[in-house]
């Protein structure tokens, strides 16, 4: 059992950055690739960024290439999202998540405001 806890989110002015945080619990969390994914008012929940359990591989929605970088370290069982020039078309509840293809385990999210 894995358990994610999001953090990091908040307001902030169009290209702004923000620093997003997914703590896990559980052993099996450095063996898992991680999710982050969003979701806007109205909106279906989207994918925006992957990476690999050992951090080298990664991929991201076209939309947010070049201004977000997902990392992981294992060692303290977090992902990060770092997201720069920051649009206001980020807004979103971000979250993550973790375990095996499907994504078996979500957190919670945490919401991103991105003002004009």
């Known amino acids: 059992q894995v358990q994610l806890v999001e953090s990091g989110g908040g307001l902030v002015q169009a290209g702004g950055s923000l620093r997003l945080s997914c703590a896990a619990s559980?052993?099996?969390?450095?063996?898992?690739?991680v999710g982050w994914f969003r979701q806007a008012p109205g909106k279906e929940r989207e994918f925006v960024a992957r990476?690999?359990?050992?951090?080298?591989?990664?991929s991201y929605l076209d939309s947010v290439k070049g201004r977000f970088i997902i990392s992981r370290d294992n060692a303290k069982n977090t992902s990060y999202l770092q997201m720069n020039s920051l649009k206001p078309e980020d807004t979103a509840v971000y979250y993550c998540?973790?375990?095996?293809?499907?994504?078996?385990?979500w957190g919670r999210g945490t919401q991103v405001t991105v003002s004009s």
């Open positions: 559980g052993r099996a969390f450095s063996t898992y690739a």
């Open positions: 998540a973790a375990g095996g293809a499907r994504y078996a385990y």
């Open positions: 990476i690999n359990w050992s951090g080298g591989t990664t």
